[in-house]
């Protein structure tokens, strides 16, 4: 790698042909903070920006081969994983990173398209808690992901507050929780970062109109960006959701369903001065 060459972030993720979540959405969001993205595809779908339609699932040793070949040839500093898709790809990923243990990973737990289109199933989802939460240092869930995912940790957490949740969840061996708030009935935005001390920061943000395809994954990548450029995870986060929200508030709608983030608004402000 050459002194000037930006950071490298290895993303795990599903084919979005609407350009608005999934691969699609880590390689622009990725690019836009200054890094260079390489990707895993680990499963394909069809989808437009109203849902999806359905989706393949990738052969496990794809998805590993192609990690394997981009990890031998560049040193990467973070992963972030998306959609896996089935618990062949997942175990395959589990042991990729777990060779890596000193790469910072950033996950998100998609289970389910804005639609509402399940992504997993029940096997996959005990794989994710088995296997890739714990090595997982920042989870990024939304609050019905969170109160999913800690359900099947425990059945009575559905009912517990989201920091509970967030507590299980850090249990399986996760080093930090940014769970978001945007299902949740208030008037602002809360995003709140967990660690094992409790609530490490909570950032209130105007909430924007319409449905966002593909918000997740911009934030998850757009965490990957600032550990892989060295940030703190406090500053980290903040810097992300800043992002995000900036995206989304330059957000456009394509087609006949939800709002795509714009993650080069900033180039789009300076070409429109």
């Given at each position: 790698m050459t002194q000037n060459s930006p950071p490298v972030v290895l993303t795990f993720s599903a084919s979005d042909p609407t350009g608005g979540a999934g691969s699609q959405a880590d390689l622009l969001t990725l690019t836009s903070m200054g890094c260079h993205a390489v990707s895993v595809l680990t499963a394909v779908t069809v989808q437009d920006t109203v849902g999806v339609e359905h989706y393949f699932s990738l052969d496990p040793e794809l998805i590993a081969d192609q990690a394997r070949c981009l990890l031998e040839d560049m040193p990467v500093a973070a992963f972030k994983i998306g959609m896996v898709g089935s618990v062949t790809a997942v175990a395959a990923i589990a042991a990729i990173v777990a060779d890596y243990p000193d790469v910072p990973l950033v996950f998100d737990p998609v289970l389910a398209s804005g639609r509402g289109d399940e992504l997993s199933d029940d096997d996959t989802r005990a794989a994710l808690l088995d296997l890739l939460v714990p090595q997982t240092t920042i989870l990024t869930p939304n609050s019905l992901e969170a109160r999913y995912l800690a359900a099947e940790l425990d059945p009575a957490a559905s009912e517990l507050p989201l920091a509970d949740c967030a507590r299980l969840l850090m249990e399986t061996g996760c080093e930090y929780v940014l769970l978001t708030g945007t299902h949740e009935q208030t008037t602002l935005v809360t995003n709140t970062l967990y660690g094992s001390?409790?609530?490490?920061?909570?950032?209130?943000?105007?909430?924007?109109?319409?449905?966002?395809?593909?918000?997740?994954?911009?934030?998850?990548?757009?965490?990957?960006?600032?550990?892989?450029?060295?940030?703190?995870?406090?500053?980290?986060?903040?810097?992300?959701?800043?992002?995000?929200?900036?995206?989304?508030?330059?957000?456009?709608?394509?087609?006949?369903?939800?709002?795509?983030?714009?993650?080069?608004?900033?180039?789009?402000?300076?070409?429109?001065?």
């Open positions: 001390q409790g609530v490490l920061r909570a950032d209130d943000w105007q909430r924007l109109p319409g449905s966002y395809h593909g918000s997740g994954c911009t934030l998850a990548s757009a965490v990957a960006a600032t550990l892989a450029h060295q940030m703190g995870v406090m500053e980290g986060a903040r810097e992300a959701q800043e992002f995000v929200w900036e995206s989304l508030r330059a957000g456009y709608r394509p087609g006949m369903g939800q709002y795509i983030p714009d993650r080069l608004f900033w180039a789009r402000k300076r070409s429109d001065a």
